[in-house]
């Protein structure tokens, strides 16, 4: 399902990149979103209980089933399609300890950004897992291609194919 992921982000402080790693459980947690303009920027990774930003009504959680996309508890929020540009993933799943999977060059975690005024929070986009991942949780993020763009990428025709090359 991806519990945790490593990013790299350009600091602003120190305009030096720096290697992040998060993990969901952590309060606020934060991950890096591929804007339009090709700029990474952080969100927070969902929401973590409805006492965490009680004021923001969106789902507890920090992953939505690519099946379950267009149903209407999805569509209420309105969620915009984001890629995550992460280096590395983990599941622990059944496991004592996290696993990490590291992403093949030029591709992107698939996410769903839901914005709430001044608020976004983003969502990971899950498929049912394969190969080694299927041993360790029976879910895993769903990974695409750089040539696809949020715009333009359908989720149906492209997941399964794209998750059995790559894992």
């Known amino acids: 399902m991806c519990g945790g992921m490593t990013y790299q982000y350009l600091s602003p402080e120190t305009r030096q990149k720096e290697a992040r790693r998060v993990f969901f459980p952590q309060s606020h947690a934060q991950v890096p979103v591929l804007n339009d303009g090709g700029e990474v920027l952080l969100y927070q990774w969902g929401k973590r209980s409805k006492d965490e930003d009680p004021e923001y009504e969106v789902p507890v959680t920090g992953w939505a089933r690519a099946d379950k996309l267009e149903s209407e508890y999805w569509k209420h929020y309105h969620p915009q399609e984001v890629l995550i540009p992460a280096i590395r993933f983990s599941e622990k799943g059944k496991l004592p300890k996290s696993k990490w999977f590291d992403m093949p060059q030029d591709t992107y ?59």
């Open 109 to 167: 975690l698939m996410g769903l950004k839901i914005e709430k005024r001044d608020k976004n929070f983003i969502y990971i986009v899950t498929n049912p897992a394969i190969g080694e991942l299927e041993k360790i949780h029976p879910r895993m993020p769903l990974v695409v291609k750089a040539d696809f763009s949020p715009a333009d990428f359908d989720i149906e025709e492209a997941a399964e194919p794209m998750q059995q090359q790559l894992f």
